[in-house]
C-alpha cells in the first residue's frame, strides 16, 4: 500500500539535539534530520560559522511524518509545548540567533496552522511567545556526528541535564503521541 500522505515540517527550538530526540518519540514520525536554516550567508555553513551567530541560521530538524497518523497541528503543538517560545534568541543557556525559536512553513496551509497553533498555546504562557513563522529557506543538513545525537550521547552530561527533562515534559504532556 502506497501511502501519499507524507509530509514534512521545519521547526528550530534551540538546540537541535533537543528538538530531534523529542520528534524520534513520536508516533507517526518517519525521520527527523538536524540542520539549519533561514541565515543570509549564501553557501552551506559549517557548524562552526553557525555557533558563531554570524550567518543568520538558526539550527532547526525536518520531520519528516506520516500526516495519516499524526497531523502538522499535533507536530506543533508537541514542538511549542517542549521548548521554551517565550525567549528571544535563547533557550536555557543556549544564546544566540541560531537558538531561537522558529517555525518554517512548506506551504499557505501549514502558514495558517501555524498561526492558529502558535495562538492557541498562548494563554499557556506567561510571556508573549516570540516564535517566529518563516517560509522554509534552503535548509542545509548538518554533519553526520549531529544526526541521533542523543541515541548515540545518553551518557553525556548536556543530554542528562537538557534533553531528558524535555523528553520527561513530552512524555507528561503528550503520552498519547508517542511510540
Known amino acids: 500500500m502506497i501511502n501519499n500522505n507524507i509530509q514534512i515540517a521545519t521547526v528550530g527550538g534551540g538546540c537541535f ?15 527527523v534530520v538536524s540542520g539549519y536554516a533561514g541565515g543570509n550567508v549564501p553557501g552551506e ?3 562552526r560559522e553557525i555557533c558563531s551567530g554570524l550567518t543568520g ?4 530538524i525536518q520531520i519528516t511524518f506520516d500526516a495519516d497518523i499524526i497531523s502538522y497541528n499535533d507536530i506543533l503543538v508537541i514542538f511549542m509545548t517542549t521548548h521554551n517560545p517565550t525567549t528571544l534568541n535563547q533557550q536555557g ?4 540567533t541560531q537558538y531561537r525559536s522558529v517555525i518554517f512553513y512548506h506551504n ?4 495558517k496552522i501555524a498561526e492558529i497553533v502558535t495562538k492557541g498555546v498562548t494563554p499557556y504562557y506567561e510571556d508573549v511567545i516570540v516564535t517566529e513563522i518563516s517560509e522554509i529557506p534552503v535548509f542545509y543538513k548538518a554533519g553526520k556526528d549531529h544526526q ?7 551518557g553525556n552530561s548536556y543530554c542528562s541535564y537538557v534533553i531528558n ?4 515534559q513530552l ?3 503528550h503520552s498519547d503521541k508517542l511510540n
Open 171 to 173: 512524555r507528561a504532556l
Open 108 to 111: 499557505e496551509q501549514q502558514k
Open 148 to 154: 541521533d545525537y542523543y541515541k548515540n550521547n545518553q
Open 57 to 60: 541560521h538558526a539550527e532547526v
Open 45 to 47: 555553513p559549517t557548524y
Open 93 to 96: 543557556a543556549d544564546r544566540g
Open 17 to 31: 539535539w533537543c528538538t530531534e530526540a523529542v520528534f524520534l518519540a513520536v508516533k507517526g514520525v518517519k525521520e
Open 165 to 168: 527533562p524535555k523528553l520527561s
